[in-house]
């Protein structure tokens, strides 16, 4: 049951964080649209959620997004406490996910090692 609990509270964060960004209601000049959430990991007892994010930008451009979403954590957290209904919202922490990238490397040297693919 706890862990169905705590599925439905990722997906929820991530929704609603996803949206703030899309809305661009985080006035901070380090975020901008092309940074997405790609994923949220939330503890067991719901107190603390470390988000993923990645996007269309440098490593550096990243770095700065998740920094300026750091920043504006406390914002987002009253927008989601507002916007989810629950007694207590997670503590976030955001994350740079250059999973993406990286698959998108590994790819490409592979394609380097067997030209027929």
């Given at each position: 049951m706890a862990s169905v609990r705590m599925k439905r509270m990722e997906s929820l964060l991530r929704e609603e964080i996803s949206s703030l960004i899309l809305r661009d209601e985080i006035?901070?000049?380090?975020?901008?649209?092309?940074?997405?959430?790609?994923?949220?990991?939330?503890?067991?007892?719901?107190?603390?959620?470390?988000?993923?994010?990645?996007?269309?930008?440098?490593r550096l451009q990243l770095e700065e997004a998740v920094h300026g979403l750091n920043s504006a954590a406390g914002f987002i957290q009253k927008r989601l406490g507002r916007a989810l209904h629950v007694r207590h919202t997670p503590r976030l922490t955001f994350f740079a996910d250059h999973s993406i990238e990286e698959g998108f490397e590994l790819n490409q040297s592979m394609r380097k090692l067997s030209p027929g693919l």
């Open positions: 006035k901070d000049p380090r975020v901008d649209t092309m940074v997405s959430i790609s994923g949220v990991s939330v503890s067991k007892d719901l107190i603390y959620a470390k988000v993923r994010v990645s996007g269309f930008k440098g």
